[in-house]
């Protein structure tokens, strides 16, 4: 079945190759010319690989990781690069609407078509959004890419630096032949205690169909034959003889080789297992994911007010697990006509309640200073009653206590009474 499968795509190669022009490749700016470190190329060959050999990239977002594989002389894809994005919006989950602001996360594919060199983000290239499951489950979007200068509003940002390299992986896989290479968006690395951790979120069972793919590159480390049907992602399945893949539609017969279904059932033991055991063991918190359409369209919205200029929060609204919407006080900046007249409009409110904030302040100013007059004048009758009410004390003096008389002033005393008598008897009498 691997061999088929390899046949096949070489075969899409081979017309594809024959039926368009190089024109999409044409006139590049010097970035997109640009040539792989030589640590690359020797890394590649030592793992048997050429320049030119097919390419396909992976994208976790959580790990915030874009990694590089391509494909070996015996068809199978090995990685050669691994990239820290440098920057991707929304949470995890997939993107549901236009505006929610939400990287995509899915199977998408990349044409040479697709190639910007001259994208005002340094290099860039549209990763296919929205594919045939996003339109079949009404999903929209445009232009959502993988590209330079780390800025984000629903893209996989990288450095520029990063983007001259998968940006040449790219090209050189086109001017060996590949027509499309394929990106595989994750919103983590889909193990078994990730997704122990996971099982309770509201995109559970999309993701669950997402690790079919996942693990059909595992286990044959060839991208998969990817279809759509009954609005669903369907896997190296091979459609019987005349029969079509309708991504709205009932899914064809489809046939696929025991030995892919014997490998796949093997993996599929092995993680159960696995899984039962992260179910019991201590892991990290999940991180936030999207809940939903209902929050997509919130998130839209606020991107709609914004784009028009409306004085909207600096950052996009947030929808709680209790159902609250959690925004920033900050906001943005006012870049029209109409945004003016909010700001204007937001500043005669906000005025007018702080000069209601002043009144209603001077108002219990004004009765806090009454009531404390009047307090005043209540202690000061108080006093003077109590002073009226008590009695005024006659003070009573004592005589002063006799010094005690020491025996020589009483021996003088005594001498000069003698004296004086004297002196009176001889007044007295003539003598």
Request: net charge positive; charged share 25%; hydrophobic share 40%.
């Amino acid at each position: 079945m691997f061999a088929k499968l390899a046949r096949t795509g070489l075969l899409i190669a081979a017309i594809g190759v024959a039926g368009c022009t190089d024109s999409s490749m044409k006139d590049f700016s010097p970035q997109a010319n640009k040539q792989l470190p030589d640590k690359i190329l020797a890394n590649m060959k030592a793992k048997g690989m050429t320049r030119t050999s097919p390419v396909m990239a992976r994208i976790f977002k959580e790990e915030g990781k874009l990694e590089i594989w391509k494909a070996k002389t015996n068809g199978r894809y090995d990685i050669v690069a691994s990239y820290d994005i440098c920057k991707w919006s929304g949470k995890l989950g997939p993107k549901f609407t236009e505006g929610d602001r939400q990287a995509p996360e899915g199977f998408y594919t990349v044409r040479p078509s697709q190639m910007n060199p001259r994208s005002s983000y340094h290099l860039a290239f549209n990763i296919g959004y929205p594919n045939a499951y996003d339109r079949a489950n009404g999903r929209t979007g445009s232009h959502l890419m993988v590209h330079g200068a780390c800025s984000s509003s629903g893209c996989y940002s990288m450095t520029d630096a990063q983007i001259e390299q998968i940006y040449a992986f790219g090209r050189d896989a086109f001017q060996g032949g590949q027509t499309e290479f394929q990106i595989q968006a994750f919103p983590f690395r889909m193990t078994a205690a990730n997704m122990a951790r996971y099982r309770k979120d509201p995109n559970y069972e999309f993701w669950k169909m997402l690790k079919v793919g996942y693990d059909n590159f595992e286990i044959t480390k060839v991208p998969p034959k990817v279809d759509v049907c009954e609005r669903r992602y369907v896997f190296n399945q091979v459609a019987a003889d005349g029969a079509t893949f309708d991504p709205t539609g009932a899914c064809p017969t489809t046939t696929q080789p025991d030995s892919l279904k014997s490998a796949f059932n093997a993996y599929q033991s092995t993680y159960e297992a696995a899984f039962n055991g992260a179910v019991k063991a201590s892991v990290p918190a999940p991180k936030p994911t999207i809940a939903g359409i209902k929050e997509a369209s919130i998130v839209s919205d606020w991107s709609k007010r914004r784009a028009r200029g409306e004085r909207v929060p600096i950052e996009p609204p947030s929808l709680n697990a209790d159902g609250s919407l959690t925004e920033t006080a900050r906001m943005g900046r006012i870049d029209s006509p109409a945004g003016r007249k909010m700001a204007a409009l937001d500043a005669e409110k906000a005025a007018k309640q702080k000069a209601e904030e002043q009144r209603l302040a001077a108002i219990e100013a004004a009765k806090a200073e009454k009531e404390a007059a009047r307090i005043q004048s209540l202690a000061e009758e108080e006093a003077v009653r109590v002073a009226a009410e008590t009695p005024v004390a006659t003070a009573t003096i004592a005589p002063a206590e006799a010094a005690p008389v020491t025996e020589t002033q009483a021996a003088s005393a005594e001498a000069s009474t003698a004296t004086k008598l004297k002196r009176k008897l001889l007044g007295m009498f003539g003598g």
